[in-house]
């Protein structure tokens, strides 16, 4: 049996609804372009950006399927949602928002990445334990199809209109993300809601059609600087050339720690970085190139996670947007070498600790 309005969505979307059992797992979600500044207009509407898993949920009773934006089912990763779908949400539907976890007191909470990431596991009894422990929820912000309606090409506006109705009285885990048209009012969420561990704020024209896979909103996200010690380099998979620098900085009893990575360079660059850090590769007695042992989770099961060691004295500023307890949430990018600075000046004092911020109050618009 298909899903809710999945031969039309699936027309929209470029795919063979005969090729799919579900719409959820095949349905790219529509993306965001990174922009400096928020854009503003009469016609543009803002909410928060949520820090979590991209979610297509598609609820046809108690038949849901969760796809992710790298076309990946989520489904069985997350029982307590599928439970919550089904009994909450009584019309057919395609739902497109944001898996998250909080932790916190009430009235301090604030969303868990570490908590959320570690749901992607292979054993049952472990997702199991982990959703009743940390119970994930869901924060609504499109609604791509209702009964055998396919609403992608309807504008914004009408898609939030008609999802409000839809969930005027659905309780959580299931929750409508807050939206405004005041521009203000949106530059304070990108500085309040940080604190609650938000990921900046989203822009969407409200005359705008869905579109799949597309660039086709804004995101304003946190951008930061900060200077750090490159601990040594992973070679690329190609096999020729730096294909990321693993960084760290000193805590307050002068141990250096890593704090993550950065990456995206260009052949050229790869290629140079080679040659720029070999004066500071560490040997041993025989003059051979001494290799560390990354951190390994289970994500990086089987892959190759050594790296060449360098002696920490070499200082890069980088761009970040913010940190994930006492790591870098992603990947950084490299904005200059800062030979003018010692290494052991990069301590974490220098990074900016955002207010904190109830993320109740988000999830209650």
Known sequence: MSTVGEDAVAEAAGVDPMLAPTLA?????????????????????????????????????????????????LTRYFPELVSAFGRLIEARCVL????????????????DWDALSQRIHPAASRIRQLSERAPAEFVAFDLLAIGDEALLDRPFAERRERL???????????????????AGLARRWLAEFEGAGLDGVIAKPLDAPYAPGK?????????????VVV?????????????????GLYDDAGVLRGVGGASAFTT????????????????????AIVRGEGERSRFSSGKDVSFVRLRPERVVEVRYDHMEGARFRHTVQVERWRDDREA???????????VAYDLGAVLAG
């Open 25 to 73: 797992p095949m349905l790219a979600p529509m993306l965001a372009k990174a922009v400096a500044e928020l854009p503003t207009g009469e016609r543009m509407s803002y909410e928060p950006k949520w820090d979590g898993f991209r979610g297509i949920v598609a609820v046809d009773g108690d038949d849901v399927e969760i796809g992710s934006r790298g076309a990946k089912p």
């Open 96 to 111: 497109d928002g944001e898996i998250v976890v909080r932790t916190g007191e009430p009235g301090a909470e604030r969303l």
């Open 164 to 182: 409000e109705r839809l969930l005027a009285d659905v309780p959580a885990p299931i929750h409508l993300t807050a939206t405004t048209t005041d």
């Open 215 to 227: 660039r086709a909103m804004f995101k304003v996200k946190h951008h930061r600087t900060a200077e």
């Open 231 to 247: 601990l040594g380099y992973r070679v690329h998979t190609s096999g020729s050339g730096v294909g990321s620098l693993l960084l």
């Open 268 to 287: 050229a660059e790869r290629r140079r970085l080679v040659d720029e850090l070999e004066p500071y590769v560490e040997r041993d007695a025989s003059g």
């Open 344 to 354: 052991r000046s990069c301590t974490f004092e220098q990074l900016e600790v955002p």
